[in-house]
Structure formats: C-alpha cells, structure tokens
C-alpha cells in the first residue's frame, strides 16, 4: 500500500491514527455485525466441533475427544502400517483429497484462461453485447436442468461422444459412468458454467485499465501482444489475485455439480471433500468428523491465501 | 467509441492481416457460443415434449408434437407464481444490503490504514473456505433461536453480509489509485465524502458486477432456501423446481420449461446492467 | 446507478406485501413427510383422519424426497417442534432415537391398550432395545410387474408367482426384440441384488457378500443380451423407472409394490394405456416362492412435540386397521394385516382383477432390505460404492464383492 501518514509531531500523528481507525471500523461496521453473526460464529463453532463428538442431538450431548477425529479420517493406525499409497488409495479422506486437487487443478488454469481471453476478446468488439450474455448463460442458468442437459450430452452415443469419435477418439462409453471419464465431466461442466462468470469479472476490471497507460504504450511502438504483458496484465493483478483464490476456493468446496451428475461414483472416482463431508454429516451423523475434514480443507485453502496475499502485496508495494 | 490508436496502426501497416485476424475471431467466438448454446437448446426441446420422451433414446432434438400446454401447466401443478415472488424478494434485498455494505466495508479494506486489517480480511477470506455444509447446523440452531427459521428474512440476513462482496469490491477499489483519494483529502473531502464522491463513481463497473453475482447466485440458490424455508408459501424457485422430481415419478419435461421461465428474470437483470462493462471508463476523470 | 437503485426500492415495496401469517390453531397436527400433494396415500389418509376426528386438522411439512434425510435431521437438531416425523428409512429411526429426538412409545402402547398383532412382527424393526420408536403404517415388499400387451404380441405365456430367476431371464430374453426390452432394472443396488436376503439367511450387513455374486452374473448375461437397458446410460440419464415402463416397451419390471398406486394413476390420466399385472418376484434355487424382500414406512412423534397424546393418537390409527383401509384404499399397502386389508388392497379400482396377481399380494416372506445393524450406514455406502463400479463394468463382479469384503471387514476392525 502506498498511502504515506501525514507528517506532523508523533503524538499528533497517532491521535489522527485512532481516529482513522475509528472511521474505518465505521466503514466495516453494517457489513461485518452481519458478517459475524450469522457467518463467523457458526464457522467457529464448527471448528470447534473438529474436536468434539456429536450426533447431531441436544447441544448438550457434546462429547470432548481431542483429535480422535482427525485420527479417524486420515485412518492413522492403517496408514502408518501401510503407508501413503495406501491412504491415497483406499482411506476416503485420501481419496477426496486426491479427486479435489486434481480437479482444482485443472480447473482452475483452464477456467482462468479462457475467461480472461474472452474478456480481451469481448472488450471492445462489434457484437459484443450478444457473445456475452451468450457466455454469462450458463452461469444464470439452474443446477438441476443445467446437469441433467448435460449428462445427456455426455452418454455413450450423445452429441459429444459422436464429435469425438468424429475427431478419431475410440472412447464410447457415457462419461459419467466410466471411472475415468467422470471427472473430466464435471471438469467440463465446471469450466463451461464458470467461464462466463470470471469473464464478466475481468471485463469490468479491464473498464478500469486506463486507456491513458495504454495509448502510451502504443506511443512508445508496444505491439498488442506486448501492451497486454506489460500494461493490461499488471493492471489485473488485484483481478486475477480474486479470481484465483475464489476459484480455488470453489473448487475445492465442489459440491452440487458433483452430487447431481455422478454422486462422487462410480465407486469413489469422483468422490470430493464436500461430498464426503455431506456424507459424515448428514447420512452418519458423525459432525465431529465432518467438521474435521472441513478444517483440512480449510487449512489448505489458507495456506494458499496467505501465500497469495503476499506474493500480492509484494507486488503492489513494488 | 473512437478507434484505440494500436488498431488504427495496425489498419495502416496491414490491413489484410487484421480483416483475417478478425475473421478468425469471429468464427472462434460463433463455435464457442455454440457450443455454450447446445445444452440450452435441448433444454427447451426437452420443456416441450412429454415426460418419457425427454429420455427417449437415441436423443430426439425435435419434439414429436409440441406440448406448449407445459408451460401453462407448471402454473397449475405447482404455485409458481409464490415462489417466484418470494425469490424476488429475497434476491432483490439481498442484493441491495450485499452491494451497500461490502462496497462501505471494502473501502475500509483497500483505502484505510488500521490495526488488524490484514488479519480481519484473512478472517473473511477463511470463512469463505469453510464449506456451508460444515457450519450449517449451528448457523441453522442459532437462526431457530432467534426466530428466524422458515421466514424469507432468514435468507436475507444469511446471504446480504457475505464476505465474497467485500472481497470483491476491495479488489477493485485496489485497482483505482491511492493518489486519488489523497488528492481528496488535501481537497478537505470525509473519508465518506471520498466513498461516495469518487469511489462509487469509479466503481459502476465492479458494482453492476456485484449485483450481477449477486442477484443470480442468490436467485440460484438451492441448499440455503431447501433448509430454510419450509411452509409452502416460503419457498423458492429451485426448491419448488425440485417437486417435480418425486419419489415415485419425475416430470423432467416440467423441470425444463420451469428453469426456461426462470432463466428470463436474471437474463433481464443482466442484460440491463451489462452496459456498464461499456459505459464504466474509470479513468476519464483521472489526470496524473 | 441511480435508477437501478430506484427500480430495486420499487420492487421491495411491491414484494414486501409478500407476508409471513402463520396460521394459529390449537387443534393442528403437524406432519413432516415428503411428495404430500402428490403422493395418493397421504391425501387419503389426512381426508379419512380429519372425518374421523372432527376438530383436528392434519398439517403437512412437504419435504422434497430426495433431501428428506438432510432436511429433517436439520429441522430436529434445530429443535423444531413439529409433533410427527414419518420415517422414510430403517436407520432413520435409529439416527433419531440415538440423537434423542423420537418419543418412546412403549408407555403409550400399554396406556392405550394398543394392539400391535397386527404388524405381524414387523415393529420390532422400529424398536432399540425392546423400547418401540415408531409405527410402522406401509410395508412394501418388491413384486414383478409385466407389461400384459407385450407377452400377447409374442405369444409367451404370463410370468406366474412361482418362477426361478433362471426361467425369468430366459423369459426376459424371448421378450427382447423389435425395440422391446425383456426386462428392465432401476439402477439402485435393491433392484439388482437385494433378492439375496429373500432366503431368510443373507442380510446385506452380514459382512459377506459371495452370495450378491449369482445376481451380478444375472444382469450381465441379461445387459450383454440387449435384454434390459444398460446401467451406464440409465445412470447418466438420470431415467426415472416410472417413464421408461410406462413407454410400452419393457416387458417386466421388478419394482416395490408403492409403484401400483403410480400405475392406475397413470392408467387414469391416460399415460400409459396397456394392460399390466403384477406376479411374486422370482427366487432362487431352493427358496420359497413368493419371497421377496421389502422396507417400512413409519411415523414417530417428535419429543419436543407439544401434542404428543394428539400424536400418538394420529399415529396408532395409521398403523391400525382403519388407517390401513385409507392406505390400501388407493393401491398402497399397508403394515396391518387383516382380511379386511387384503380385501381393501384386491378391490382398488385399476387393480389387476387376474388371480396371479392377486396371489402376489400375500408374499411367504419379506426380508428387510437393510437391516438394523451395526455401522450400517457405513456399511451401505461402501457396498453402493462398489456397486455403481460392478455396474458400469469399471470392475468385475468378482473384484467388487471381494472390495465389499475387504472393505467392511476394515470397518470392523
């Protein structure tokens, strides 16, 4: 951050430092009285209850275990006699973990690239009005119909099995019931759904990339190639620094696409944290255990955030 | 909209370059949208067929006769009209509260200097990574406690304050710079002054996105209003969508031509609010 | 920005005339239950109650099945205070009188003098204990349905209610042909190897599963033989069982006995219009015919309910004789066994009036599909889990069932 303190006598100066922290808690004050009250004390709540037993009943039958949770997710006793290959392999918590990285991924970069290219795209071209409500679509469009629509687009002689085989592929079987295929079908689907979305969002950051920066670079005999690496990209950087983290963070939260298209089958293959999240909770009730697998997921998500935020802030203060 | 001046240099060394550079675009763009569109089609290939045609296999673009009557009939079969006036309501005060608050808070986040700002903006971020079904049961004990459980009001106060817009926000207000603000202030200008004066000004782009995000994903919302809302009257589209899929049988071709109907509201929204992607030239009033 | 902001005002202003009135009234019932305005069951019993009890109103929570587990342990955990809960799985009960929150009803069954013979033991899965939780109000047992128009066409003879699954897949393979399928199986793990509890001996908790293994065999000889349709593609149609009989062209459908009442719906509104019946599913070598397996439907009452004596009073008579009339009166069968019963069920209007298929409303035994059992709801993910990989051929069936085996056996150690 560049803002520079007012220079003056030290006394002067943290008296002003109070009373602009004052004037921005009042800034914080609407939105984060909401914020806490309905969001952060349940999420600290559950992050308690990593360490808790509890069914699910009375508050009062809330049972202190520790880490016994986390003992029991990353199935401890087994892993340490069989080692990793077998947690990845066989303990559910190994599993998720393995489908979530992997489909954040790929996600992620593919998502961020073809979003980002169609907001240069779509910028400043004839038409451009109609391509983007076409591609912001998918997004307003409802779960349930959206996932069902494609399902059927993805059986074994549908739409894009036929344009496939068309291209030479030998694979005829529908995506979402083969084990490897089915993970790419939420992939799909994911990054067809989103990329308008993170589209919109670089479209109205790159409203505020100043035409006066760009001209100069023009002036200077920058080719387009080279006025987008070197004025438009460093302008996005606050752009990009959200959309990869919330793109990250939805990724590994991937929930409803997942339950609707192929409920984490077949077998495991397409099983995530958030599924087996669901799971504990809901069809075993084990809330302690879920609320431990959510800290994991939490733990990971932060510890990108954080490193993130640095990188980000390193660059701004450049 | 005058011509960027790359492209006018562009035009003067090769013209033939651009026109086929262009052409390409354009054809990239036309398969990519078709692409985008296939799904949406037979989606209301499908709003117009019988329930067992929908499945009928191999898949059938065209229905046999058209069933128009669907449309007319989601009406009858299930109070629609409730339900899109109680989704009405909660996505229009939602997003109201959501783009007020967290462009308030997220000036404080981007433009202020304060203790624990870095800690309580991580805070918000964090809360972002815990997935609801894992925070779900107390937020849903605590709402029960304080009366809010089955009332439209719950689902306001759960997804008005949501961190993602103060997220969002702060990072647009990153990109408007610090010297304008300064500049303010030496002017005399509040704090809130700056908000309203430049910031808001600045920031239509960002804000027509954040009621885009917000009025759809709130629209969207399945899980928030299947918990919450109980009574018939209460509920929403995408949980009243939900009760033509039964136990015992499923009207598919019902579910169809409902998400056609609710695909229109959030269209309309974003159609209106998409020329401010055109309009927002943020930097017109920006001079060194 | 400021006419938008101007045209969202407007907009609350004319919502908020949207208004929250509860009604208030002493002498309601609330019922938490699922598909309540479609389901014909539901509809009779709530007419037949409120005639029989004037005063008493019987309001229904409808819940949207699919979510029913997740949404009703939400509202109970939260402290809701609806007075009835119906319990759509065997282990929802257990779940539920684990987490405190189904009234014991044993003091009310002595209380009132209730008399639960009529269950025919069945209850005893709604008890923890010896205490009892819930009352059981429709017990479906799976019955073989066949398209009557089909085996005309083809001039083969009606599955009968003694018939092994040998003989049936023969059957079904005569029956494919021209666009027809000989048979066809909804893709959960019930309609393709719960038959194995049929015998009284296998549950699918017993930590075995060898005996799934002939059933896997079954479907794939009958998948390969273009007989049935293909699990992959059912599964990514998301193809509801009910759609694809009602086309016309699958000759048999073993399916449980609520899908009756679906079918003379169906009949009615003109959905489909070809003649059906019902006969005993097939069994095995060397089990009784007419065994088959099945699962309950019951009601417990809330303990935080503010009516309980009110409850109790709905849910005995839905588990007893004239809340089975109401039941079977539209085609759904009921727990409660009497002459009467049977007699309700036979003489549904839409009902197959053939012998056949009235023979297959008596079965010689139901097994329960899932058993009330120890880490069960582990225990059926698993074995859900390997089953979606068996039947999309990801896996054999010989591999799965021995994941099945590993994996369980794991469960326990």
């Given at each position: ?8 006598p ?30 952060l ?5 559950a992050?308690a209850?990593?360490?808790f ?9 809330l ?18 006699q069989?080692?990793?290959?077998y ?23 593919l998502?961020?690239?073809s979003?980002?290219?169609l907001a ?9 009005v109609?391509f ?20 059927f687009m993805?059986?074994?002689?549908g739409p ?5 085989m ?16 089915a ?37 200077d ?7 987008f ?17 919330m793109?990250?963070i ?10 609707i298209?192929?409920d984490?089958?077949p077998?495991r293959?397409?099983k ?7 799971e ?39 | 909209?005058?011509q ?11 013209p033939?370059l ?40 191999p898949?059938?673009?065209?229905p ?18 409730t ?14 509260l ?9 000036y404080?986040?981007?433009?202020l ?32 406690s304080?009366?809010l ?8 106060v759960l ?11 702060r ?11 300064e500049?303010?202030?030496?002017d005399?200008?509040s ?9 808001l ?9 954040l009621?885009?995000?917000?009025f ?6 399945y899980?928030g ?11 929403t ?21 409902a998400s ?29 | 920005m ?23 009234d ?18 009779a ?20 099945s699919?979510?029913?587990?997740i949404?009703?342990t ?5 402290g809701?205070?609806?007075d ?7 282990d ?28 025919v033991g ?10 009892l939780?819930?009352v059981?109000?429709r017990s479906?047992?799976w ?5 009557k ?20 897949a ?9 666009g ?20 009284g001996?296998n ?6 599963y060898?005996?799934?293994?002939y ?5 794939q ?16 149609a ?11 062209n699958?000759?048999?459908l ?6 009756v ?17 019902i ?16 699962n ?21 008579w ?29 003489s ?10 009235k023979?297959?409303?008596i ?11 120890e880490?069960v ?16 051929r ?6 799965g069932?021995?994941?099945m ?9």
């Amino acid at each position: 951050m560049t803002a520079k303190s007012p220079s003056g006598p030290r006394l002067k100066a943290s008296r002003l430092e109070r009373k602009n922290t004052l004037i921005a808690y009042s800034f914080l004050a609407p939105n984060f009285l909401g914020f806490a009250i309905f969001t952060l004390l349940p999420v600290l709540f559950a992050i308690a209850l990593s360490l808790f037993e509890w069914n699910g009943g009375d508050i009062s039958r809330l049972k202190f275990v520790g880490l016994q949770n986390y003992a029991v997710i990353f199935n401890t006793k087994k892993v340490a006699q069989n080692g990793l290959e077998y947690f990845f392999n066989r303990v559910d918590l190994g599993i998720a973990l393995k489908n979530t990285v992997f489909y954040t991924a790929v996600t992620v970069p593919l998502t961020i690239l073809s979003a980002l290219a169609l907001a240069m795209l779509l910028n400043k071209i004839k038409g451009a009005v109609a391509f983007r409500t076409i591609f912001f679509f998918p997004y307003v469009a409802s779960m349930v119909a959206i996932c069902v629509c494609w399902s059927f687009m993805l059986m074994k002689d549908g739409p894009i099995n036929q344009f496939l085989m068309a291209l030479g592929s030998t694979f005829n079987k529908s995506w979402t019931a083969d084990s490897g295929m089915a993970i790419w079908s939420i992939i799909l689907v994911s990054v067809w759904r989103n990329m308008g979305y993170y589209m919109v969002i670089y479209l109205a950051a790159l409203q505020g990339v100043p035409r006066e920066l760009l001209e100069a670079a023009t002036v200077d005999g920058a080719g387009k190639w080279k006025q987008f690496l070197h004025v438009t990209l460093p302008q996005l950087r606050p752009t990009t620094f959200f959309v990869s983290i919330m793109m990250i963070i939805s990724c590994f939260k991937i929930y409803d696409v997942v339950a609707i298209m192929t409920d984490g089958g077949p077998g495991r293959s397409t099983k995530m944290l958030v599924t087996y999240i669901y799971e504990e909770a809901f069809t075993k009730v084990r809330y302690g255990q879920a609320s431990a697998i959510s800290m994991i997921l939490l733990v990971i998500v932060l510890v990108i955030t954080v490193i993130q935020f640095r990188s980000e802030k390193k660059f701004s203060n450049d | 909209m005058d011509q960027p001046l790359t492209q006018r240099a562009i035009h003067r060394d090769h013209p033939a370059l651009l026109i086929a550079a262009r052409v390409i675009i354009y054809l990239l763009l036309i398969a990519l949208a078709l692409f985008t569109l296939i799904p949406f089609v037979w989606m209301i290939s499908s709003s117009l067929k019988l329930d067992r045609e929908v499945f009928s296999y191999p898949m059938k673009w065209i229905p046999e006769t058209f069933r128009w009557e669907n449309y007319s009939l989601i009406w009858q079969k299930v109070p629609l009209l409730t339900y899109f006036k109680n989704t009405a309501f909660i996505a229009i005060v939602v997003t109201l509260l959501q783009t007020l608050t967290s462009s308030f808070a997220a000036y404080a986040f981007a433009k202020l200097q304060f203790r624990g700002r870095d800690v309580l903006f991580l805070c918000y971020i964090a809360t972002i990574a815990v997935p609801w079904q894992a925070y779900m049961l107390p937020q849903f004990i605590m709402m029960r406690s304080i009366g809010l459980y089955d009332t439209l009001w719950a689902m306001v106060v759960l997804q008005a304050f949501s961190a993602f817009g103060v997220f969002l926000m702060r990072q647009f207000y990153q990109s408007i710079p610090t010297e304008l603000c300064e500049a303010a202030r030496l002017d005399g200008l509040s704090e809130y002054g700056i908000w309203a004066r430049i910031m808001l000004p600045l920031s239509t782009a960002a804000i027509a996105t954040l009621v885009i995000f917000t009025f759809v994903g709130t629209w969207n919302d399945y899980m928030g209003p299947m918990i919450y809302l109980t009574r018939d009257q209460n509920k929403t589209i995408q949980v009243g969508l939900r009760r033509f899929i039964q136990e015992n049988s499923s009207d598919y071709h019902l579910i169809m031509a409902a998400s056609v109907v609710s695909l229109i509201p959030v269209s309309v929204v974003f159609l209106a609010l998409q020329r401010y992607f055109i309009e927002g030239i943020a930097t017109s009033g920006l001079k060194g | 920005m400021k006419k938008l902001l101007a045209l969202l005002l407007s907009g609350i202003l004319l919502l908020s005339c949207v208004g929250f009135a509860a009604a208030e009234d002493n002498k309601t019932l609330t019922v938490v239950t699922w598909d309540a305005t479609t389901t014909p069951y539901l509809i009779a019993q709530k007419e037949a109650y409120e005639a029989s009890h004037p005063g008493v109103t019987i309001e229904y929570v409808d819940v949207a099945s699919q979510d029913y587990a997740i949404k009703t342990t939400t509202m109970l955990s939260g402290g809701d205070k609806s007075d009835v809960f119906m319990v759509k799985e065997l282990d929802d009960i257990i779940k539920w009188q684990a987490q405190g929150f189904a009234e014991p009803l044993n003091a009310y069954v002595e209380k009132t003098g209730y008399d639960l013979s009529g269950f025919v033991g069945t209850e005893k899965n709604y008890c923890v204990e010896d205490e009892l939780y819930a009352v059981p109000f429709r017990s479906d047992f799976w019955v073989l349905y066949y398209n009557k128009d089909l085996f005309d066409a083809a001039g083969v003879a009606y599955p009968t209610n003694d018939m092994t699954w040998d003989e049936y897949a023969d059957l079904a393979i005569k029956l494919t042909g021209d666009g027809n399928y000989g048979t066809h199986y909804h893709t959960w793990l019930s309609a393709v190897v719960n038959w194995t509890v049929a015998d009284g001996v296998n549950t699918l908790a017993d930590r075995n599963y060898d005996d799934l293994l002939y059933f896997y065999q079954l479907y794939q000889k009958l998948e390969d033989a273009g007989a049935c349709m293909a699990y992959s593609e059912l599964k990514a149609a998301g193809l509801h069982y009910s759609a694809a009989f009602a086309n016309g062209n699958i000759a048999m459908l073993p399916m449980g006995y609520w899908y009756v009442s679906t079918l003379i719906n169906y009949n009615k509104e003109g959905t489909c219009n070809f003649n059906w019946g019902i006969a005993a599913v097939p069994h095995a070598e060397g089990v009784k015919a007419g065994s088959s397996f099945g699962n309950l439907t019951g009601a417990m009452i809330n303990a935080k309910s503010e009516n309980k004596d009110l409850a109790w009073d709905y849910i005995s008579w839905l588990g007893g004789e004239e809340g089975a009339a109401a039941t079977a009166s539209v085609g759904a069968r009921p727990a409660y066994v009497s002459e009467k019963v049977a007699a309700a069920m036979s003489s549904v209007e839409g009902f197959p009036t053939d012998e056949t298929s009235k023979g297959a409303l008596i079965p010689a035994f139901v097994g329960m599909e899932w058993p009330v059992a120890e880490k069960v709801a582990d225990i059926k993910t698993i074995v859900n889990e390997e089953h979606s990989m068996i039947m999309a051929r990801e896996i054999s069936p010989e591999e799965g069932i021995q994941e099945m085996n590993e994996r369980v056996a794991e469960l326990f150690e």
